[in-house]
């Protein structure tokens, strides 16, 4: 066994230590939380948002960058480079993403809280530098994601998304102070498009092609549909871009029609790989993935509605619900209950042990159960209230989502307190 | 192709002296994974199952240990005498 595990220890050298990726978690669980205590003073504006530097955008921008994006790079950094063969050079451009992207979040969400465009600025150019530095690792990544050609070609496009987001985010901060941009509501909703269904969006689908079909352990979707649905994906967020910077209805509508084409083959390839997968009791998780799904296709209806001045005064803010809270914040849950203690467990995979600690060794589920419903039930609430304009009802269901964010928390810090517990865990008997 | 040097051609699942063998390397992530779990699920594995793969399967582990069965990876390469390329995993059934 000596040559095997000395074997192991340079496979695992793929590997970054735990404490980047997970450092990225922790920090999303903290903002996950924070999100929600924002939301509960901002309710009243949150209801109604439609942009505009006012508390809500802050709530808005804890989701989009803290949660979210904070998360997909933790989870990027660490699966990419398993999955394409090709560590990361050094760990310290990571060690910096994070030193840049996440103080700068905090600056850039307080800021945006308080009202003080000139920090929004600053905040603003620290996150940027964050996230262009990680967008050049994500590159440097997916260039050797040759085995992965429908999780690359997702990758890229998402990539794309980030640079096109980074660039209107940018001008918006600037425009707050200086007032330069002809249209800023419009800027506005292509900034929401790219980064809704651009960045983190095209991420979703593109590690959906992997992640599903491994949760559920069936085969990779087949290349033809799948790379048809990233064609219409990736055709629908450009239309929709740019139909919101031209204030052109047509343009949206067109996008709306490809996206739901998109979203339909992805469902589709989704659902088969459940049908034909060997596990057929995927647990909790899978209840949050299948909301998101079903709120994806939503989100694209009420946006199409909204676009049209058919959704009613909140509908611009039920959309963002939809988009951001239904589809994003549920399906990367989700996911994250599940890929979390899989993380562990590769990291728990000493040299001197035959085999992972088991999964359930690694993550509590009773804080997870507190999260699923206190999530479901504040977001439901949170769309009665936009429907109803109900700010009492938002305040009420903030507080309930703030109970499943920090049951969330508590999961994400017991498995990083396990990790260590585990790696010491007695070996398993002897396979050879 | 010093890659295939122990494997019959057009066949990814053949026997040897020392087990079993199924050869998943070119298959896009997670069909490796399933095609080992498969194989297993189907009681078509053997007692000893060695798997030629591209990379270490880290998300196999706790798949392997709620099935009863213990690995070990063995020496780098794919069996050939000059070949570094892959990984050799042997399953071994411990329970019934």
């Given at each position: 066994?000596t ?38 003073f ?30 997909a ?13 090709h ?32 920090l ?22 997916l260039r ?7 999780v690359a070609?997702?990758g ?17 901060s ?5 007032g ?5 509501a ?33 085969s ?48 589709w ?32 209806l ?17 959309f ?18 599940r890929i ?59 507080t309930?989502?703030?109970?499943g964010?920090?049951?969330?928390a ?12 585990a ?10 | 192709?010093?890659?295939s040097?122990e ?37 078509e ?14 998300f ?37």
């Amino acid at each position: 066994m000596t040559a095997a595990a000395g074997f192991l220890g340079g496979a695992k050298s793929r590997l970054l230590p735990a404490s980047i990726p997970f450092r990225f978690f922790a920090a999303a669980a903290l903002f996950h939380v924070a999100m929600w205590v924002v939301l509960i003073f901002a309710a009243e504006q949150v209801i109604g948002f439609r942009g505009g530097m006012v508390p809500a955008l802050a709530a808005v921008h804890l989701l989009v960058l803290g949660v979210l994006t904070t998360t997909a790079i933790g989870a990027a950094v660490q699966l990419l480079p398993v999955a394409t063969r090709h560590a990361l050079a050094a760990h310290w451009p990571i060690k910096l993403v994070f030193w840049m992207f996440v103080p700068g979040i905090v600056l850039l969400t307080a800021s945006m809280y308080l009202g003080r465009i000139e920090l929004v600025i600053a905040g603003a150019v620290a996150s940027t530098a964050g996230l262009l530095l990680f967008a050049g690792l994500l590159g440097d990544n997916l260039r050797r994601a040759g085995g992965l050609p429908i999780v690359a070609a997702y990758g890229w496009a998402a990539l794309a998304a980030l640079l096109a987001v980074i660039l209107l985010g940018l001008a918006l901060s600037v425009d707050f102070a200086t007032g330069f941009l002809r249209d800023h509501a419009a800027v506005v909703r292509a900034h929401a498009i790219l980064g809704g269904y651009g960045f983190m969006g095209m991420l979703a689908l593109g590690f959906s092609h992997v992640l599903i079909p491994m949760f559920a352990l069936s085969s990779a979707p087949e290349k033809r549909p799948a790379t048809a649905g990233f064609l219409a994906a990736a055709a629908g967020v450009a239309l929709g871009s740019f139909g919101a910077v031209l204030g052109h209805p047509h343009l949206l509508t067109a996008a709306t029609l490809v996206g739901l084409v998109a979203v339909g083959i992805h469902l589709w390839l989704m659902l088969r790989a459940l049908r034909t997968g060997m596990r057929k009791r995927l647990g909790l998780s899978f209840i949050l993935v299948r909301a998101a799904w079903v709120s994806l296709p939503l989100s694209l209806l009420i946006g199409l509605a909204a676009s049209h001045d058919r959704a009613g005064p909140n509908g611009p803010a039920l959309f963002g619900l939809l988009l951001l809270g239904g589809w994003l914040l549920t399906f990367l849950l989700g996911v994250l209950q599940r890929i979390l203690p899989f993380l562990a467990s590769m990291h728990a995979t000493a040299p001197e042990r035959r085999a992972p600690p088991r999964l359930s060794e690694l993550g509590a589920t009773a804080p997870l159960n507190v999260h699923a419903i206190c999530h479901g039930t504040a977001l439901a609430g949170l769309a009665g209230a936009i429907l109803f304009d109900a700010s009492a009802a938002a305040r009420v269901a903030g507080t309930i989502g703030l109970l499943g964010a920090m049951a969330f928390a508590l999961f994400t810090a017991d498995v990083i307190r396990r990790l260590p517990l585990a790696s010491h865990a007695s070996p398993l008997p002897s396979g050879g | 192709m010093s890659c295939s040097a122990e494997k019959p051609q057009d066949s990814r699942i053949w026997n040897d002296a020392d087990g079993r063998h199924l050869d998943v390397r070119g298959l896009e992530c997670p069909n490796p994974m399933v095609e080992i779990l498969g194989l297993i699920d189907r009681g078509e594995a053997g007692d000893v199952l060695i798997v030629h793969l591209d990379q270490e399967p880290l998300f196999l582990y706790s798949e392997l240990d709620d099935r009863g069965w213990a690995h070990e990876l063995m020496a780098e390469g794919c069996g050939a005498a000059d070949c570094t390329e892959g990984y050799r995993l042997r399953l071994v059934r411990m329970s019934a």
